[in-house]
């Protein structure tokens, strides 16, 4: 199996990058849901590589930061067409700070981009938006757990709570009320319980069209995407 690149694991079959990068893309998003779903979760950028890699069933032979970033924007671009917040506030980096990816959604949405301690606080407010879309766990008098957060070691398919540095975890007074619903939630970076949906294969037998990387919408070649009306690279 090639050592570099992207490769389908299943096949050992070489992807061309636009197509493997939708697709990782696509897992990404998969990832990021499942943790908005989860009050208080985030995601370290290597769960979410590694996450990404499982779901998507691509081996990718690059650096994380060569790879991640473009994805990411991509889940912006489809973040923003869909009216929702910030997924990429959930993702953090080694010093438990957004990712250089939330600044984009920012610049997407038209909104201004901010640093230091605005920055920590605009994605703490993203986040907590998130968790009011998507989870069902929040509390009505939830507030904004403003970082930069803590990250310690992380085991594989394990939550990793938004707790802010120099902080005392919030007590888990909720753990038993939300029992119920966080066995049938995926764990963020696992895979979901839904039955796995059928696999297009081979990839050297392609259909004659393309994956937009604004919609992730297949569309036949040409200099514009006919779903969303966004250029094709």
Same mark, same amino acid.
């Given at each position: 199996?090639?050592?570099?690149?992207?490769?389908?694991?299943?096949?050992?079959?070489?992807?061309? #990058?636009?197509?493997? /990068?939708?697709?990782?893309?696509?897992?990404?998003?998969?990832?990021?849901?499942?943790?908005?779903?989860?009050?208080?979760?985030?995601?370290?950028?290597? /769960?979410?590589?590694?996450?990404?890699?499982?779901?998507?069933?691509?081996?990718?032979? #690059?650096?994380?930061?060569?790879?991640?970033?473009?994805?990411?924007?991509?889940?912006?671009?489809?973040?923003?067409?869909?009216?929702?917040?910030?997924?990429?506030?959930?993702?953090?980096?080694?010093?438990?700070?957004?990712?250089?990816?939330?600044?984009?959604?920012?610049?997407?949405?038209?909104?201004?981009?901010?640093?230091?301690?605005?920055?920590?606080? /605009?994605?703490?407010?993203?986040?907590?938006?998130?968790?009011?879309?998507?989870?069902?766990?929040?509390?009505?008098?939830?507030?904004?757990?403003?970082?930069?957060?803590?990250?310690?070691?992380?085991?594989?398919? /394990?939550?990793?709570k938004a707790t802010?540095?120099?902080?005392?975890?919030?007590?888990?007074?909720?753990?038993?009320?939300?029992?119920?619903?966080?066995?049938?939630?995926?764990?963020?970076?696992? #895979?979901?319980?839904?039955?796995?949906?059928?696999?297009?294969d081979p990839d050297?037998?392609?259909?004659?069209?393309?994956?937009?990387?604004?919609?992730?919408?297949?569309?036949?070649?040409?200099?514009?995407?006919?779903?969303?009306?966004?250029?094709?690279?």
């Amino acid at each position: 199996m090639a050592r570099a690149g992207y490769v389908r694991v299943a096949t050992g079959v070489n992807l061309e #990058r636009d197509q493997a /990068q939708v697709e990782l893309a696509k897992a990404c998003r998969d990832v990021l849901l499942d943790a908005a779903s989860s009050h208080e979760t985030i995601v370290t950028v290597k /769960q979410l590589a590694d996450a990404a890699q499982s779901r998507s069933g691509i081996r990718v032979g #690059r650096p994380v930061d060569a790879w991640l970033g473009e994805a990411l924007t991509m889940v912006a671009h489809v973040g923003q067409r869909l009216g929702e917040p910030a997924l990429t506030s959930l993702v953090v980096g080694p010093d438990g700070s957004p990712v250089a990816a939330y600044d984009e959604s920012l610049r997407i949405a038209g909104l201004p981009v901010v640093s230091g301690e605005a920055r920590e606080r /605009q994605a703490a407010a993203a986040r907590l938006e998130c968790y009011r879309r998507f989870a069902d766990d929040v509390p009505e008098d939830a507030e904004p757990v403003v970082g930069p957060l803590v990250v310690g070691p992380v085991r594989s398919g /394990q939550r990793v709570k938004a707790t802010r540095a120099g902080s005392a975890r919030r007590p888990e007074a909720r753990a038993a009320s939300r029992a119920g619903g966080a066995s049938a939630r995926t764990e963020a970076g696992g #895979r979901s319980a839904k039955p796995a949906r059928p696999r297009r294969d081979p990839d050297e037998n392609r259909a004659p069209f393309v994956v937009c990387s604004s919609c992730f919408l297949q569309t036949p070649p040409g200099d514009e995407c006919q779903n969303c009306g966004a250029p094709l690279r």
